[in-house]
């Protein structure tokens, strides 16, 4: 059973416009939710995280929402740029999962110059 | 500055050989420490985690195992590998905080195996 769903496999978008990347969970004991770029052959990289009090968290060009009665987050890309090409994966944690953290499958973001 | 080691980088073993891959930290003390896979077109799937030397957490039942020898290493391994164990293993490291924990994660490792 996926607890954390990430339904778009791939997004295209034009340089300069915004980018959105959706997630969906199920277990409503989530309580902090993060964001991770990997490029290819690489590690992950953290970007930005949220935690359930908050419904909006901003770093920049990144900003993540949250909807907790929906159960779904997202991430906004604006302005896009080709070096934000990657693969982002969505993960979310409780407290009974002993700091471990539950990942979506990812999305790959395609941004065109 | 903390950082995350990783080795190798790649490689390829035929099925039945054993196996072993390293991770080591730096910067940091006593750190949850873990193993995902990241099998090809699937997300991250958590193999093992640590909270201590000796400590080791199995998330899937898997011809693979784990030890933490030291505080700052840990060590993926196998007697025998399998085709479906190819993929790209990734080690990350979280401060081992109580609540909230972001996990940091290096490099990779890409096994092919043949």
């Known amino acids: 059973d996926q607890q954390v769903k990430q339904n778009s496999p791939s997004l295209s978008v034009q340089e300069g416009r915004i980018s959105i990347l959706n997630c969906d969970y199920t277990n409503s004991m989530f309580d902090y939710f993060l964001w991770y770029k990997k490029y290819p052959a690489e590690g992950p990289t953290f970007l930005i995280s949220i935690s359930s009090i908050k419904d909006k968290n901003e770093d920049g060009r990144f900003t993540v929402f949250l909807n907790k009665s929906a159960k779904h987050l997202s991430l906004h890309i604006v302005p896009s740029q080709p070096g934000d090409s990657a693969v982002y994966f969505c993960a979310a944690y409780y407290g009974g999962s002993q700091g471990n953290l539950i990942f979506g499958k990812g999305t790959k973001l395609s941004v065109k110059p | 500055s903390q950082t995350i080691h990783q080795w190798p980088a790649t490689l390829v073993q035929p099925v039945g050989s054993p196996l072993s891959l390293e991770c080591t930290v730096e910067g940091t003390s006593n750190p949850n420490l873990y193993w995902y896979r990241q099998a090809a077109g699937r997300g991250l799937q958590l193999l093992f985690y640590?909270?201590?030397?000796?400590?080791i957490s199995s998330e899937v039942p898997q011809n693979l195992s784990a030890s933490r020898p030291q505080d700052r290493q840990f060590i993926l391994s196998s007697k025998k590998l399998l085709l479906s164990d190819s993929g790209f293993y990734l080690c990350?490291?979280?401060?081992?905080?109580?609540?909230?924990?972001?996990?940091?994660f290096g490099p990779g490792t890409r096994l092919t195996v043949l």
């Open positions: 990350a490291w979280s401060g081992g905080l109580a609540g909230p924990d972001t996990q940091y």
């Open positions: 640590s909270v201590g030397i000796g400590q």
